[in-house]
């Protein structure tokens, strides 16, 4: 059976869609099956990876409606990037869907009804969240089976993870006891001044022994956004570089959390 991963921050500007979009590419260097979910109504995964966000076969909208009308979605239907991973996309047609969601009943289990009938099919399932704590952000957390957690070392990204882990803290008592997490990932670390470093120090020495912090740091890096712009990942576009070898210790690391 795959494992569901989200990939959640509350704050934006974490890398979370870049940590996605690589660790799934990373995963299918790694002989693993990877599906990757487009939960933001941007279309920033959607985007990154090359594709165009409109006239699309299936959305992550679309398919929440469809689970929720008990109707079944075929993989046929997913787009597959070149670097091997299957994607389920997503456009603005998402917040519309955000919105229904409250009133309807039994909805925040949407997703998790969308990937039952098909977690069979991938080793790995990837849900880049959007940076918020609504309910497509929920049900994402109900399917999960871990949340993955960049956070950028600095005051506002430390500040951001409480609201999360209270978040699913509730979600863990209501709606998906076995949900954990996954690792915090220190992301966009910059390599010039004393702050930076400060902060990782405090993220790693506040959470020890409480929620695991991966022992890989990802540094900032100009290949990044422009692997995105070119509709690939960094390891394809940027080999050799101290960037993709820090997204393949990460991937790693994942592989050996089971």
Known sequence: MGKIIAVAAQKGGVA???????LGAGLVKAGKKVLLLDADPQGSLTFSLGFDRTNLPITLGKAIE??????????????????????VPSNRELAAVEMQLPQIQGSLTSIKKFLGPIRDQYDYILIDCMPSLGSVTIASLV???SVLIPVVPEWLGIDGLQA?????AQVR????RSLSVEGLLITRMSSSGAAPKEYEREIRNAYKGVYRVFDTTIMSSIYVPNACAHGVSVLTYARNRKVTKQY???TQEVLQNG
């Open 143 to 145: 399917a999960a089976g």
């Open 248 to 250: 393949l210790a990460l």
């Open 173 to 176: 008592r209501k709606l998906n």
């Open 164 to 168: 999360l882990f209270e978040t699913m």
């Open 66 to 87: 469809c689970a929720i009308n008990g109707i079944p979605v075929s993989t046929d239907t997913f787009l597959h990037h070149q670097e091997g991973m299957d994607l």
């Open 16 to 22: 979370k869609t870049t940590t996605v979009l690589t």
